[in-house]
């Protein structure tokens, strides 16, 4: 009989099926009321104590194998619920995954800014679907998450939650299937990377950013118009304008502005704002002023002067 990884060892492990196994690196051992994943370098690694009402695993923080047994905890729909027993174990338990969802582990802060900027564009609905938080055993979607300094309160049908901005929550998001036509679109070329989006600066960066995309849209067809614009890949086209430059495709919606000097500072996929940073009102007024001088012009003189 071939000698069983560590990977599925553990699955066993994990679905109470691991028993008196082992392999060169960990074993399994039933003691009292519990059942222990032991590594022969290093101790205990987990331990399910048996007859809970609801399914779960004591993980050991310190253990080498934390990164492997997390990741097959969350295959299995275990997930962590950051309460800590002697200071040494991470609590799992079992929670059914909704069909669609995938699970999340990460800072409040990443939470947020996820919840932030997919869900701004259909914020009129009162209840998304497309996050969810684990709360008293059950997912519940965020109504809203208000910010203070270094907290967070996010409300949902069960509640508000307090939380701080590095404290570790579990949530879900909706799968995205993308068409097959939009997997098939080359990737647009690659702009300068953006700042994170925090708290702080994303009320006034939204604002102008939303006010800047109409205009730049506009700008934009009026520059077809003129044949002002370049297609550099199949379906994905370049304008430079005063000291901007703007990459549209229309297929997926997708719009970036970049700034010869700032690089990019406003991101879009239709209506939704993805990205905003270096933002200044002065950005609004300069996108007006070339609308109106793009307004101004007319294809068959433009074309005469060239």
């Avoid at 205990?44 to 399914?55: D, P, T």
């Avoid at 194998?65 to 097959?72: E, G, N, Q």
């Avoid at 947020?112 to 679907?129: G, V």
Wanted: with cysteine; hydrophobic share 40%; aromatic share 10%.
């Amino acid at each position: 009989m071939s000698c069983l990884d560590d990977a599925s060892l553990i699955h066993k492990f994990i679905l109470g099926e691991g028993e008196l196994l082992s392999n060169p690196h960990l074993r399994v051992e039933s003691a009292f009321d519990m059942v222990q994943l032991i590594a022969k370098k290093g101790g205990v690694v987990a331990v399910i104590k048996q007859n809970c009402e609801i399914a779960s695993v004591l993980v050991n923080l310190s253990s080498p194998y934390l990164r492997l047994i997390h990741s097959v905890l969350l295959k299995h729909s275990f997930v962590p619920l950051g309460q800590l027993e002697n200071k040494v174990f991470l609590k799992y338990e079992y929670h059914e995954i909704p069909a669609g969802y995938q699970i999340n582990y990460t800072s409040t802060k990443t939470l947020w800014s996820k919840w932030y900027t997919q869900t701004y564009r259909s914020r009129k609905q009162a209840i998304e679907l497309d996050i969810l938080v684990l709360i008293r055993s059950a997912w519940y979607p965020i109504k809203n998450i208000s910010y203070t300094p270094g907290e967070f309160f996010i409300e949902t049908l069960a509640g508000e939650s307090h939380l701080h901005n590095e404290d570790r929550v579990v949530w879900l998001n909706k799968i995205q299937v993308k068409p097959l036509q939009e997997t098939l679109q080359p990737s647009p070329t690659q702009l300068p990377p953006s700042q994170e989006l925090t708290p702080e600066n994303v009320s006034t960066q939204l604002q102008l950013a939303l006010a800047i995309r109409p205009l730049a849209l506009q700008a934009f067809y009026k520059c077809v118009e003129l044949q002002l614009t370049q297609e550099v890949k199949l379906g994905y086209y370049i304008v430079k304008l005063s000291n901007y430059k703007l990459a549209y495709q229309p297929n997926s919606e997708s719009l970036f502005i970049a700034d010869t000097s700032r690089g990019v500072v406003a991101k879009y996929r239709g209506e939704q704002v993805e990205t905003a940073t270096n933002l200044e009102v002065q950005d609004v007024n300069s996108w007006q002023a070339i609308l109106v001088k793009l307004k101004s012009l007319d294809s068959q003189s433009l074309h005469l002067k060239n």
